[in-house]
């Protein structure tokens, strides 16, 4: 049997987003999955169209790559070190002040996938997951790019919060996950409700 490579490649990134097949084909705005299962099948291969579907939700991912095969399926990947500005404050407290902030430093991200800004986070709510004092490497993604199961410093009008997004049981809504989940509550907060979106895409645990 031949070996399906296209399927391999398209079943690693949805495996990287940490979604099922039917929910990836709606989030890259696809009306349902089949397109996908014919391309498991071996009917199909990974179109142009539906490349550029996927890399316009996930630009970490490498057009080239996901079309051919060639280099690596996270774009930048092979860089060495990213520096980003490092501020000595609380995340979920200055992050809408930050453009008034200076930045303590630069640090330096070994491997690491392209951030903006490097924060501390300070609240207990995320527990061994995420212990108060870690510095969290932060990057902007647009509200309608959200992975459930990821990590994000979500911003509303009601508050601003780190924690784990989780889809809702209506669609309009997410959940806001807590890595403690014995002491703090889940919190459902509107999609129209988000102001702004910051996905964690790296933790720097310093023991003390």
């Known amino acids: 049997m031949q070996e399906n490579k296209n399927w391999q490649r398209l079943e690693a990134v949805i495996r990287w987003a940490n979604m099922s097949t039917n929910y990836f084909a709606l989030h890259i705005g696809l009306s349902r999955g089949e397109n996908l299962y014919q391309i498991k099948r071996g009917n199909n291969g990974i179109s142009l169209n539906l ?28 860089h060495s070190s990213l520096e980003v500005p490092f501020y000595r404050v609380d995340a979920e407290r200055a992050i809408r002040q930050v453009a008034q902030l200076e930045p ?21 709510a995320m527990g061994r997951q ?11 993604v647009a509200p309608d790019a959200l992975i459930p199961g990821k990590e994000y410093l979500v911003c509303s009008a009601k508050f601003d919060a780190l924690r784990v997004v989780r889809t809702a049981e209506q669609p309009d809504w997410v959940r806001l996950v807590a890595g403690d989940r014995k002491n703090y509550d889940d919190m459902l907060l509107l999609r129209s409700e988000i102001e702004r979106v910051y996905a964690v895409c790296a933790k720097l645990t310093i023991n003390q």
């Open 51 to 78: 490349a550029e579907r996927i890399v316009k939700h996930f630009p970490e991912i490498n057009k080239l790559w996901l079309l051919t095969g060639d280099g690596e399926m996270i774009a930048g990947a092979m």
């Open 104 to 124: 303590e430093c630069m640090l330096g991200l070994p491997l690491a996938e392209k951030c903006d800004l490097a924060m501390v986070y300070s609240d207990a």
């Open 130 to 140: 995420l212990p108060a004092g870690t510095i969290v490497f932060l990057r902007e």
